[in-house]
Structure formats: C-alpha cells, structure tokens
C-alpha cells in the first residue's frame, strides 16, 4: 500500500524557514510525479512543486524561495521553504501519482498534510 507522511511544519515569523519531509511507503522516491501541494482555507488547491522524471518545477509564487529534493536512501522527499511570506500559510501536502502539472485530490496518493502558519 502506498502511503506518505509529512512532517515539519509549524509556525514560524515572516522571512523565516521551514524544512518539510515526506517519508513515503509502497514506492521508491523515483517515483515520475511526487509534488508539494498546499491549500488554505477558502483557496483552491495549489501545486507548489513537483518533480517529474527528476525535472523539478516550482509554481511562481515560491520560485527563487521554495526547493524540493529527494534522499532515495531514506525514501524521503522534502521540500525547503525560506523567506516565507504570510500568504504561504497553508495545509502542505505531498502526493504522489496525481498527475503532471494537476491538483486534484481526487487523483494520486496523499499525505495527511502538515500546517505552515507564518505570522505577520
């Protein structure tokens, strides 16, 4: 069975850093279609970064601040978060098999999502 787990949110200032990791089970991290997603409440939900096929791609609102990798030893991927802006808090999930370039939770495997709250 497929199954990810997030950790390493929390609360953290504006122009702070988080460091968010995702031990997943039943695939290896080569997996062509892991990603960051993230929702908050009211707001649709976003695909902040994937990679696919080891290319990574990162929405624009996070780009130059926002970084995934992947450490295939420890099935693991995460997704470094810096100079966070108030407007970066959400729920953070990541998912695997959702789809390329997609945000559905319909489609794919997803964690239970860890909560980033930035302060003003």
């Known amino acids: 069975e497929v199954q990810l787990q997030e950790s390493g949110g929390g609360s953290v200032q504006a122009g702070g850093s988080l460091r968010l990791s995702c031990v997943v089970s039943?695939?290896?991290?080569?997996?062509?279609?892991m990603g960051w997603y993230r929702q908050a409440p009211g707001n649709e939900c976003e695909l902040v970064s994937q990679?696919?096929?080891?290319?990574?791609w990162y929405a624009d609102s996070v780009k130059g601040r926002f970084t995934i990798s992947q450490n295939n030893a420890k099935n693991t991927f995460y997704l470094q978060m810096n100079s966070l802006k108030p407007e970066d808090t959400a729920v953070y999930y990541c998912?695997?098999?959702?789809?390329?370039?997609?945000?559905?939770?319909?489609?794919?495997?997803w964690g239970q999502g860890t909560q980033v709250t930035v302060d003003s």
């Open positions: 990679i696919v096929d080891g290319n990574t």
């Open positions: 998912a695997a098999d959702v789809g390329y370039r997609l945000c559905d939770r319909r489609y794919g495997y």
């Open positions: 039943g695939f290896t991290v080569d997996d062509p279609y």
